[in-house]
């Protein structure tokens, strides 16, 4: 995935955060480990396995699960401190 790419993904998932699936409110570093390493999940930037899970705080849908691989990761860090995004 490429930074053009995470944006866009970043910006999708804003609109329409329904994709992803819903997380538990307060979800703590447990059920986080627990849903990478007991769980089978793709990454929704690649469809590689999984190795990172973060939850992501819709106003509109409430917590949702992102699953990526490292490198997916680290590319969706990236463009989320990009200035491009509306905040």
């Not at 804003?14 to 007991?38: N, Y």
């Not at 930037?45 to 992102?66: F, H, K």
């Amino acid at each position: 995935m490429n930074t053009a790419a995470a944006t866009g993904l970043l910006l999708l998932i804003a609109a329409e955060p329904e994709l992803l699936a819903a997380a538990p409110e307060g979800a703590d570093r447990g059920e986080l480990t627990h849903r990478v390493r007991e769980e089978d999940h793709l990454c929704l930037g690649c469809g590689t396995q999984a190795v990172c899970a973060v939850v992501v705080n819709s106003r509109t849908a409430g917590p949702r699960w992102l699953d990526l691989c490292s490198e997916c990761w680290f590319t969706v860090r990236l463009a989320n401190e990009s200035p491009q995004l509306p905040q």
